[in-house]
């Protein structure tokens, strides 16, 4: 076996060639659709950026409704995947390299939405650009616009002291991959909500009989629903509510997921 250890800065702009592999996209967007449909319904939406876009599979959605839509990712080789991806589907996306706190200086005209979907937003790792970040998203929507946030349940996560994620396997020409999932803790099972964890990402490929490793890490924030919730409040949204599921079932600290919406005042 060949083991290929690779830089964290890297992590998402190598990944970005095996990105949608590594998802089920045709039974995430089924269950997920229902729920954007109702969102952006209610909302009058016909304009979304889409944050943290990656390979554009979401925006690509939204685009195919005949909404306005834009996305932005700080990873280029995403973007450009994005970009393809968009081409293939036929459909008109405007895709940009940006990080979360640029999106005022890109964009000048406001959205009716705001999607950050993913799990993108614990890569926002201090208070300070966690902040900063909310207040960007607000800057590009207008007044009414809704906010749709999509993270994995920390709080669930750190109370059964969970590292290892759903292993996801594919094949694509003729070749096999197995992506691994894990966490590391500051210290052995300390999951205290003020330490960054580790995110570990491991790619298994097997070619002509031959399986190669790739690694690679990255630091996230391990954001609680009760810590989210006061950053999106302190930067002028309200009507917050949060969800655990897709189906709109009220969050819970065992919840598969954190799925919170809210509307910037004004």
Request: aromatic share 12%; with cysteine; net charge neutral.
């Amino acid at each position: 076996m060949e083991v290929v250890a690779l830089s964290s800065p890297t992590l998402y702009d190598k990944f970005s060639q095996n990105y949608d592999l590594f998802i089920s996209w045709e039974s995430r967007l089924e269950d997920e659709t229902p729920f954007f449909e109702e969102v952006f319904a209610e909302n009058g939406v016909e304009s979304v950026l889409d944050v943290g876009c990656g390979t554009g599979v979401h925006s690509i959605m939204f685009a195919r409704w005949g909404l306005t839509v834009a996305g932005a990712d700080v990873s280029q080789p995403m973007i450009d995947r994005a970009k393809r991806n968009a081409d293939e589907a036929r459909v008109k996306v405007r895709f940009v390299k940006a990080n979360f706190e640029q999106l005022g200086n890109k964009f000048k005209k406001p959205f009716d939405a705001i999607t950050c979907l993913g799990n993108s937003l614990p890569h926002v790792l201090t208070d300070r650009e966690l902040t900063a970040t909310m207040e960007s998203f607000a800057s590009v929507l207008r007044p009414g616009g809704v906010l749709v946030i999509h993270n994995l349940n920390y709080d669930r996560l750190a109370g059964l002291k969970q590292r290892f994620l759903n292993p996801k396997h594919a094949h694509r020409d003729g070749r096999d991959f197995i992506f691994l999932r894990f966490f590391d803790f500051p210290c052995r099972y300390n999951t205290d909500p003020l330490q960054l964890w580790t995110f570990n990402v491991v790619t298994l490929m097997r070619e002509d009989k031959q399986w190669r490793l790739h690694m690679d890490a990255t630091e996230h924030r391990p954001l609680r629903h009760r810590e989210l919730r006061e950053f999106v409040s302190a930067a002028g949204f309200g009507s917050v509510r949060a969800y655990g599921n897709y189906q709109q079932e009220r969050f819970r600290k065992d919840s598969d997921l954190l799925l919170m919406v809210a509307k910037k005042k004004g």
